[in-house]
C-alpha cells in the first residue's frame, strides 16, 4: 500500500493542471492530499476503496470504520513528512537562529518517530502549548538582510497550516477518543506555527 502525499500532487498539478486523478488499486491519498484535490476541485477514483469527491463533497471524510482508520494512518504519515521538514529546517537555521533550530529539531524528532495516532500528543514536545488552529502564514519581508531561511520557515508553516486543516475536518467524523487525539496533533501544529512565526518575527525586528 502506498500514499499520495499532497506534495506529489502539488508537483504534478504545477506541471500540468489536471481536472481528474485516477488512484491505481494499491494507493490511498493522505488527509491533506485529498483536501487539495478538493480544494482545487479535482475529481478522483480508483484506489483502495477511495470514494468520489463528487459523491460526498465535503464530507470526503465521512466514511466506513475501516476507510477512517486508514485516514488516520496517513494522518500520521503527514506528520512524519512534516517532522523530516521541521528537522530540515533545523538543520538550515543553525547559526542564523540557534533557539529555534534546537526546538525546531526536537519537535521534528518527535513527529518522525510517531507510528500510531495517540503516540505524539502522549510524548509531544509541544502538546498542550498551542491553542486553536495554526494562524496566517508569515510573510518576511523582501530585505536583503532578512535570510533566506526564514522563507524556507514561511513554506513549512504554510505546509503545516494546510495539514491541520485537513486533520480538522478529519476530526468532525470521529469519536470522542480519535477525535482528541487529533485535536492533540492540531494543537501540536499550531506550537510549530507558532516556533516559525517567533522566528520570523525575532528576524524582521532585527533589520
Known amino acids: 500500500m502506498r500514499y499520495v502525499t499532497e506534495d506529489e500532487l502539488r508537483a504534478a498539478y504545477g506541471r500540468e493542471p489536471f481536472s481528474s486523478y485516477r488512484l491505481s488499486p494499491d494507493t ?5 492530499a485529498r483536501q487539495f484535490l478538493i480544494d482545487f476541485r479535482v475529481s478522483f477514483e480508483g484506489g483502495k476503496d477511495e470514494p468520489s469527491p463528487n459523491a460526498l463533497g465535503h464530507q470526503v471524510f465521512c466514511r466506513a470504520p475501516q476507510t477512517t482508520v486508514d485516514s488516520l494512518d496517513g494522518l500520521v504519515h503527514d506528520v512524519n513528512l512534516l517532522g523530516t521538514r521541521l528537522r ?3 538543520r538550515g537555521a543553525l547559526g542564523v537562529d540557534n533557539a529555534f ?3 525546531a529539531d526536537e519537535l521534528g524528532c518527535s513527529w518522525q518517530s ?3 495516532l495517540g503516540e505524539l500528543p502522549k510524548d509531544a514536545t509541544g502538546s498542550g ?4 488552529s495554526p494562524g496566517p502564514t508569515p510573510a518576511p519581508a523582501l530585505e536583503a538582510t532578512i535570510c533566506p531561511i526564514f522563507f ?8 503545516i497550516r494546510r495539514c491541520a486543516h485537513a486533520w480538522g475536518h478529519l476530526q468532525t ?4 477518543d480519535e477525535s482528541e487525539c487529533v485535536r492533540a496533533w492540531i494543537a501540536e501544529a499550531t506550537f ?7 522566528a520570523i518575527s525575532r528576524a524582521e525586528e532585527e533589520v
Do not use: F
Open 28 to 32: 490511498r491519498l493522505t488527509p491533506s
Open 88 to 90: 530540515r529546517l533545523a
Open 101 to 103: 533550530a534546537h526546538r
Open 114 to 116: 510517531a507510528h500510531m
Open 129 to 132: 502549548a498551542g491553542e486553536g
Open 152 to 159: 524556507d520557515m514561511a513554506c513549512v508553516h504554510a505546509e
Open 173 to 176: 467524523t470521529l469519536g470522542p
Open 192 to 198: 510549530a506555527c507558532k516556533l516559525i512565526e517567533g
